[in-house]
Each structure stands twice: as structure tokens, then as C-alpha cells.
């Protein structure tokens, strides 16, 4: 088998890649565009906070901040300013090496695709700003399914489309929620942030 630092097992038949903190660097700028979105309500919106909240779709996002820190924002208008933010600083946007060396040298010898819990239109946009658009035919993304990971929907969908059984499929992830989802769903996973490391902006 192909030679990657992060070592794929000759088992595996499928790949399934998150996306944000997985293919590409986007963690500080989703970070930043999070904490000018909520600051006008009055959160302070820490990296522990960030963090703790990984994984969560957008709007649902905003339904939990409201839970826990009982305001009254709409989802659907402070997700979208947070959209707008973080599409501001996209275009700064670098691959993660170690995932993005995998992705290259198994393209075209094992089945890939992207699981995310962002938005299809801002995916596809992510992939091309750090060049692996062509990489992949198959993206799922949060627009696509009901249940959100750390539901197993996102990559069971993925491996469905691969026409890969879930327990062949190999899932690289960053976030808690979507090791959890992988597990879910009878995956093995490669925890990436083992392999760079992700610097929060000021």
C-alpha cells in the first residue's frame, strides 16, 4: 500500500474525510466569525467554548448558546452573519498536509468522500480555496441529512454512496462529535489533530 505519514490499514476500502479542521485549516476563522456573530448578545465565545460546541450544525449551534446562556437570538439571522464572517476570511484558508498528503496518494485506489457538518455551498467553496475539489464526486453535508453527528448519518451516507460497507470505511476526524459519529456507525477513525496543530486567532 501507499506510503502516507498516517498509515491506512490494507483492510480499509473507503475513506471518509471531515472537512473543517480535518482537510482544511478554517478552525481559527470559524472561531473568529463565531465570536463577532455572538459578541453583539453579549458571549464572550471562548476557545473552550468553541471547542465544546464543535461539530454542531450552524443554526442548531445558536439554539444551543441560547440554551446555555438564555438569550434570545434568531438561528436562522445570527447564522448567517456568522456565515458572512467566516466567508470573509476563507480565501486564507490552508490544507492540512498530513490529511491532504492521503487524500493524493490514495485518490483514484480507494474510494474518499467529505462528511461535514457545514453547509454544501460553503464546503464545495472550502475544497476548491485548498485545491481538492477534484479529489472528490461525494460530499455530505449538513443540508443533506436529518440527524447531525454525533449521529452516524453523515458518514453511513458517505459510505452508502461509496458503496463501501461502514465497517471497511476509515473516518479522519477532529472533532469529540464526529469520532463519537464514526464509532456510531461501526467505523474505524484516525483522530488527525494528532499529526498538526491548530493556532486560535486573538
Known amino acids: 500500500m501507499t506510503k502516507t505519514q498516517i498509515e491506512i490499514p490494507s483492510t480499509i476500502k473507503g475513506l471518509i474525510f471531515d472537512l473543517d479542521g480535518t482537510i482544511a485549516d478554517t478552525m481559527p476563522a470559524h472561531f473568529i466569525a463565531w465570536r463577532n456573530a455572538v459578541e453583539p448578545y453579549g458571549i464572550d465565545f471562548t476557545v ?10 450552524l443554526y442548531k449551534t445558536i439554539e444551543k448558546l441560547n440554551e446555555m446562556f ?3 437570538m434568531n438561528p436562522q439571522e445570527v447564522g448567517d452573519r456568522k456565515e458572512t464572517e467566516f466567508v470573509k476570511t476563507l480565501e486564507q484558508t490552508k490544507p492540512i498536509e498530513p490529511v491532504v498528503e492521503v487524500i493524493k496518494a490514495y485518490h483514484g485506489k480507494l474510494p474518499m468522500s467529505v462528511g461535514t457538518g457545514g453547509i454544501d455551498r460553503i464546503a464545495w467553496r472550502t475544497l476548491q480555496i485548498v485545491g481538492l475539489d477534484k479529489y472528490f464526486d461525494i460530499l455530505v453535508a449538513s443540508d443533506h441529512i436529518s440527524n447531525s453527528k454525533p449521529h452516524p448519518e453523515t458518514f453511513l451516507k458517505c459510505a452508502e454512496q461509496m458503496g463501501v460497507a461502514p465497517e471497511d470505511c476509515l473516518v479522519f476526524e477532529d472533532g469529540v462529535l464526529g469520532i463519537q459519529a464514526a464509532e456510531a456507525g461501526g467505523m474505524s477513525y484516525v483522530d488527525v489533530t494528532k499529526y498538526y496543530e491548530v493556532t486560535m486567532g486573538k
Open 48 to 57: 473552550e467554548l468553541f471547542n465544546k460546541l464543535a461539530g454542531i450544525p
Open 70 to 72: 438564555n438569550t434570545n
